[in-house]
């Protein structure tokens, strides 16, 4: 380290403290030796090394030693900065160090844990503290940024998970922009006729079904006065960063613009449309899906009779349910189980077999998944009330002579199965909702494996959602209950924000030097979060000026900057190559 | 060739590689000592003049390890990391390095036996290919 004399920052002195981690570090790793080969170098003011730092002895030692020494900037060679790192560094921060010139070095996930000779660790260990020393001396003193929240939200989809949002939010006092682009409030769980685990009038509380004695909920929300509901609505455009953000929509009577502070995203699902494919015959009309059969079992119940089927209006006799269809298998539609269609087609099966009781109704299943309280009563249930449970997958289904045929197989019994059948229900798996991918753009949100919205792991600190939460079925397929209880955690943690009303970020966002700036805009031109726009410079030409709320700190402009005028705080070049020559010089020899 | 230690820098994206070669850590999988992570928050801001100064300097081979395409943090990030690192590659090669001392992969923050895999199979790779020969000169 003796080429450092140079720069103005020798002057600083460190403080370095590597964790013994009750013994899971120093077993692997021998810390004295590499307290001896560091404590000489220059800047380092004082090397400690400790139990347990992030334990309360092992803070209060910390600031001790910050007392005692006053070090300008630390480095701390001891688990992943990920993992205890926001702990180890606040004590320090407390007796007034900068976080932000502050080094945790991961010398136990990324070395002792995975390098049993203890000479060999204990050199790699060395070379990362010392990337972390020369490191740590480029770093700049900085504050976080302060990100101030507009009191407003807008929630996204009208259904039971967005109204529910949208209620909890205007309890708390704020306004609440929700929009539907459809014409009524209500989503999907409005226009079903029974709801599990009731079997009866939803949890939601909206159905039309006179044995309802709870107050609708479509009610209270359109009688809410901070709730401005939006109907026949589209977003048209998002803009704006964290905590601000100006809404375009469109809206039958022309455009109508707003600024929001948080927004839940609640576009729900739409099914997996069956006639993908051909073997199950679904252009027969007497083959339908789960949520037609739906509509058939409301029009019943608006009518009286019984349950007609498509074609002829005959009252089916022999019924099929198909599980899984487009679920569970990515050939032939998604991967994914749609988590709900077992429970909604034993409950339909069910209502079938009360409302025509010679009818035989069957339902062909891979096998069955229901992970809700009362489900297995509910499957019982429907085995007293007659329903067919068949185990095994369809092959196809097809119509010869006017009638129509399901061919089974039945894995229990060892058979296959031709059964004649008047009518045969599809249990659609769900998929994101039609459009759903032009939000998840504007907003910047992560998709999933299953193309659902990202759920991003909520033990992660709330900024990391940017004021942007997804909930109910818009983040995978759930049940109206679990709708309902995501729409009121994403709602408290929005209620949370806008009541704070700032929210500090760590600045880990792109600068750009006005010096070596040539107003090129190719840096403009990769933001995909549009964080830089080009200014006058004063001086007849332009430069980048970067909107720290919007950057996300991705450092892609930095590599497209020919002219090295854009550095993202913290991983600047200098500062990544000061790591490296850290690195070079112990374990490059 | 017996006691050549390659020594072997890894730039490993915060939200994904890192995680997962943390993940490598907390399930004790133990690979060879020789690589040492660079954290940077995305595969994306690995700036070519990084490999080309740790590989003048004479370290032996250089790990680029982002999230799997799709899952940048940063949506598209990694799209970019993937034109780039061959791009790089083919001017080292021009350049008279041999481009396998470069490697990029994809690890994702569960895969901690790949990164494994990934560390283990590198460090032989360049065990193979020699230390860098720009280890005498160093510029
Ligand atoms: C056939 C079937 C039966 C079911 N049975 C049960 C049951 O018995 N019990 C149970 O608990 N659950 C059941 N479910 C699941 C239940 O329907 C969902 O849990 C619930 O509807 C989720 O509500 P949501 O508000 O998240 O989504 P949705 O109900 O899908 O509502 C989303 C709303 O957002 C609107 N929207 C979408 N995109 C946009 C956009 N870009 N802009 C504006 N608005 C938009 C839509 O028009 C819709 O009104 C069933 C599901 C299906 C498919
Ligand atoms: S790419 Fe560089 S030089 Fe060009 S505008 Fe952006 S910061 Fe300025
Ligand atoms: S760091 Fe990423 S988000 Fe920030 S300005 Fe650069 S490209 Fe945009
Ligand atoms: S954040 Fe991992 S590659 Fe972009």
Redesign the pocket.
Same mark, same amino acid.
């Given at each position: 380290m003796a080429d450092n004399t140079d720069n103005d920052s020798a002057k600083s002195s460190i403080g370095l403290y590597l964790c013994r981690c009750n013994g899971e570090i120093s077993k692997y790793i021998d810390l004295d030796r590499i307290a001896d080969n560091l404590k000489s170098i220059e800047n380092v003011k004082v090397v400690g090394i400790h139990d347990a730092l992030c334990s309360r002895e092992g803070q209060t030692f910390l600031k001790e030693e910050k007392e005692k020494h006053g070090f300008e900037r630390a480095v701390i060679g001891a688990c992943s900065p990920n993992i205890q790192g926001i702990i180890v560094g606040k004590a320090l921060e407390e007796k007034g160090l900068n976080k932000y010139l502050f080094e945790q070095v991961n010398i136990r996930e990324q070395c002792a844990w995975v390098h049993p000779d203890i000479d060999k660790a204990t050199a790699k260990a060395l070379a990362l503290i010392n990337g972390g020393l020369r490191r740590v001396l480029t770093l700049e003193p900085m504050e976080d940024v302060e990100i101030s929240i507009l009191p407003s939200a807008l929630v996204?989809?009208?259904?039971?998970?967005?109204m529910q949002a949208a209620l909890d939010i205007a309890a708390a006092g704020f306004k609440v922009y929700l929009? $539907?682009?459809?014409e009524e409030l209500?989503?999907?769980?409005y226009k079903?006729s029974m709801?599990?685990p009731t079997h009866n009038c939803g949890i939601c509380c909206m159905q039309y079904c006179k044995e309802c004695v709870f107050t609708p909920k479509i009610e209270d929300v359109l009688q809410d006065e901070k709730i401005e509901v939006m109907l026949n609505s $589209?977003?048209e455009s998002i803009e704006g960063g964290f905590g601000n953000r100006h809404i375009t929509v469109k809206a039958p009577d022309g455009p109508r613009e707003f600024d929001v502070g948080t927004i839940i995203v609640?576009?729900?699902?739409k099914?997996f449309d069956p006639s993908d494919l051909p073997e199950l015959n679904y252009s027969s009309p007497d083959v339908i899906t789960?949520?037609e059969l $739906?509509q058939l079992i409301v029009k019943q119940r608006e009518k009286g009779g019984s349950i007609e089927r498509p074609s002829d209006g005959k009252v089916p006799k022999t019924i099929n349910f198909i599980q899984c269809v487009g679920s569970r298998d990515r050939a032939k539609g998604n991967l994914h189980c749609s988590l709900?269609c077992c429970?909604?087609a034993i409950?339909q099966a069910r209502e079938l077999v009360k409302l025509i009781p010679d009818a035989t109704v069957y339902i062909h299943y891979i096998d069955l998944r229901g992970p809700y309280r009362g489900f297995e009563e509910f499957y019982d249930a429907a085995k007293q009330e007659g329903v067919q449970f068949v185990r095994g997958r369809i092959s196809k289904i097809y119509s010869t002579g006017g009638k129509l045929f399901v061919r089974a197989e039945d894995t229990d019994a060892g058979a296959l199965l031709e059964i004649e059948s008047d009518l045969v229900v599809l249990s659609v798996g769900?998929e994101p909702?039609?459009?759903?991918e032009k939000?998840v753009e504007m907003l910047h949100l992560q998709t999933d494996i299953d193309e659902f919205i990202k759920d991003i792991n909520p033990m992660f600190p709330p900024e990391f959602r940017r004021g942007i939460y997804a909930a =109910?079925?818009?983040q995978g397929p759930? =049940?109206?209950?679990y709708?309902i209880d995501d729409a009121k955690s994403a709602a408290s943690e929005v209620i949370r924000l806008m009541r704070d009303g700032t929210v500090k970020m760590p600045r880990i966002t792109a600068k750009a030097d006005e010096f070596r700036c040539r107003g090129c805009g190719r840096c403009v031109d990769v933001c995909q979060f549009d964080a830089i726009t080009l200014i006058e410079d004063g001086k007849g030409g332009q430069i980048a000026k970067v909107d720290e709320v919007r950057c996300e700190g991705c450092g892609t402009c930095t590599v497209a900057c020919c002219n090295k005028a854009m550095t993202i705080i913290g991983y600047a070049i200098p500062q990544v190559i000061a790591n490296v020559m850290g690195l070079v010089e112990e374990a490059g020899q | 060739m017996t006691d050549f230690k390659p020594s072997i820098l890894a730039f490993c994206c915060n939200w994904c590689s890192y995680a997962g070669a943390d993940l490598a850590g907390v399930s004790r999988l133990q690979m060879p000592p020789n690589v040492h992570v660079i954290r940077v928050m995305c595969s994306a801001s690995v700036k070519p003049e990084y490999v080309i100064k740790a590989v003048t300097q004479g370290i032996d081979g250089v790990l680029v390890l982002g999230c799997h395409i799709g899952d940048c943090h940063y949506l598209t990030g990694n799209h970019r990391t993937a034109k780039r690192i061959p791009l790089l590659q083919k001017i080292l090669d021009e350049a008279g390095i041999d481009s396998r001392r470069i490697k990029l992969d994809w690890v994702s923050a569960a895969e901690g036996e790949k990164y494994q895999k990934v560390v283990t199979e590198f460090v032989e790779e360049i065990r193979r290919l020699g230390p860098n020969p720009l280890r005498e000169v160093r510029f």
């Open positions: 996204i989809g009208g259904g039971v998970t967005g929009l $539907e682009r459809t209500g989503g999907r769980a079903l709801t599990f $589209e977003i609640a576009t729900g699902s099914t789960t949520v $739906e709900v429970t909604y409950g769900q909702a039609q459009g759903s939000i =109910g079925c818009a759930k =049940g109206i209950r709708s | -």
